[in-house]
């Protein structure tokens, strides 16, 4: 049975790629074709364009994951597969142009989860071993993991071809999950101590800049720091009459006028949809 590492471009999936060796190492990045989001270096817009053999605008996460999975790749001396099938805009589209939010979260799914798989049909004997980064105290997210499991085996919908101009599907077994970090008692500070002296660069934070899991505080110092990438979730909004975020727009967050002057470190990865682990 193969083995694969999944990855997100944060400090967690990054520590298990570098400590449990894998045959493949998969990255499934978020990409917008929003020329206001272009990533500045257009040398490693190439190099990226090249890896996921389509053009290379910008992602909607921020930019320095860009540098993080190219650090990452040469850190563990292994190749890294780059998937990037749709942009975030092209899977508005298929969903009749309703936002995802908390409710519906097919953003990840669609981004994320469905390209790593249909990649790992089309380029491995499935089923596979998946190595998932949930820590130590994340056992009940693990749990519920393998409860979609039967006989230790996870199924999965594929596109196995097409018929008549039609896609064909079909539920196969997919994958084994396993979580190291679990299995040998991994916290996230061990995870922090272990990259404090190692060459490669990571974002403040992970997940797309405007992700519905995050709280207005947040959002609204993002839309600051962030401010193209956060105009592009506005711009989603105002153009589809559908909100991210019940109750409230982007828009109306953005203008919140804060009290105080916020900082990275007054937030917390309880702030994320868990996309960038």
């Known amino acids: ?13 990054s520590y298990i790629a570098a400590n449990y060796p894998a045959d493949y190492n998969v990255f499934a990045l978020v990409r917008t074709n929003d020329k206001n989001c272009l990533f500045p270096d257009a040398k490693i817009r190439q190099i990226v364009s090249d890896k996921i053999g389509t053009e290379f605008i910008g992602t909607l996460e ?10 990452l790749e040469q850190f563990i001396g292994k190749e890294i597969t780059w998937l990037s099938n749709n942009t975030f805009e092209d899977v508005i589209l298929k969903h009749s142009a309703y936002l995802p939010n908390i409710m519906t979260r097919y953003c990840t799914t669609d981004l994320k989860v469905k390209p790593i798989a249909q990649w790992c049909y089309e380029n491995t004997d499935l089923p596979i071993e998946m190595r998932i980064g949930f820590r130590a105290n994340e ?6 993991m393998i409860e979609r499991q039967i006989n230790g085996i996870e ?3 594929f ?5 008549n101009g039609r896609n064909k599907w079909q539920e196969l077994p997919y994958r084994m999950v396993r979580f190291p970090l679990i299995e040998d008692v991994i916290f996230k ?42 105009n592009w979730f506005i711009d989603q909004e105002q153009k589809n009459g559908n ?27 309880c702030d994320s949809g868990y996309c960038g682990l």
């Not at 694969?4 to 999936?13: A, D, E, H, I």
């Not at 921020?62 to 650090?71: F, G, K, W």
Request: glycine share 4%; hydrophobic share 30%; aromatic share 12%.
């Open 243 to 269: 909100t991210f975020k019940k109750g409230i727009t982007y828009e109306k967050i953005k203008k919140h006028k804060l009290q105080l002057e916020l900082f990275e470190d007054d937030f917390n990865e």
């Open 159 to 163: 596109k196995i071809g097409e018929k």
């Open 155 to 157: 199924n999965f919908k």
């Open 139 to 144: 056992i009940s997210r693990a749990n519920k």
């Open 62 to 71: 921020m930019d320095e994951i860009i540098y993080t999975i190219l650090d």
């Open 1 to 13: 049975m193969k083995t694969v590492n999944s990855l997100s471009g944060g400090k967690t999936s």
């Open 189 to 230: 500070d061990t995870i922090e101590n272990f990259w404090k002296d190692k060459p490669v660069r990571f974002a403040q934070r992970n997940n797309c800049v405007g992700c519905f899991h995050r709280n207005e505080l947040l959002l609204n110092y993002l839309s600051v720091h962030q401010e193209n990438k956060f």
